[in-house]
């Protein structure tokens, strides 16, 4: 992706937040040079990669796959294996309209989805094998805000404003902005973008940057090469 087209991103992600009545975090707002400038105050943001997410899946094609994320808060695996202290994460999410995130589960963070606002979301779901691979013909159990529900091989659940689906380790699913764009909520437990994002379609995680413009805020993926 082209660092200009992530400003455009970014500019355009912050007038749709704020259209709903969400104020991200003063950090959020940091150029990188105060970033450079806090970093000894900023160290835990750093290493809980807190902050802007743009991804096209390295797959260069935004609008068709793609997902715009900002990490507001995580917590710590430690805390989470040892069963207490901070084992849980928060982030923003925009799905824009038909823009899909693929296929996908996570083996350890357990997340609640939920339609802050805006058109419908569409959420596929599959089960898993018992090896925990994705599985076409297997269905599963979710819960629809605290309501256990049933789902089909590839049913597709449609969430309004308001709405939410919890999803566990296994739970593969793909979802999109059905009819519009879509702001969502993300609570789950520690969040591990790096190790815990399994995909169906061997596909990366992260956007290769094209550095046609300096960086408007910087990216979670920036930091190691712009704040050292």
């Known amino acids: 992706m082209k660092r200009s087209r992530i400003n455009e991103i970014m500019a355009k992600a912050k007038a749709m937040i704020a259209e709903f009545g969400f104020v991200l975090p003063p950090f959020a707002h940091w150029s990188p040079t105060d970033f450079r400038a806090h970093l000894p105050q900023a160290g835990r943001i750093v290493s809980a990669r807190m902050g802007w997410d743009i991804t096209d899946y390295g797959e260069g094609d935004f609008d068709r796959m793609g997902l715009f994320l900002f990490t507001l808060r995580n917590g710590d695996l430690a805390d989470l294996q040892r069963g207490g202290g901070m084992a849980y994460a928060e982030k923003l999410l925009i799905s824009r309209r038909d823009q899909l995130s693929p296929m996908h589960t996570h083996v350890i963070k357990a997340e609640d989805i939920i339609n802050r606002g805006g058109a419908t979301l569409a959420v596929q779901l599959y089960g898993s094998d018992k090896n925990g691979a994705f599985d076409e013909g ?29 999803l566990r380790p296994g739970d593969w699913h793909a979802f999109w902005g059905e009819g519009g764009d879509v702001l969502i909520g993300e609570v789950s437990t520690v969040n591990d973008d790096l190790t815990d994002n399994i995909f169906r379609a061997p596909i990366g995680r992260f956007a290769r940057i094209e550095e046609d413009a300096a960086p408007l805020h910087l990216l979670v993926s920036d930091y190691d090469s712009h704040l050292t």
């Open 138 to 166: 297997a269905g599963g159990m979710v819960a629809c805000d605290g309501i256990p529900r049933a789902f089909t091989p590839g049913e597709v659940l449609r969430l309004a404003p308001g709405e939410s689906v919890t």
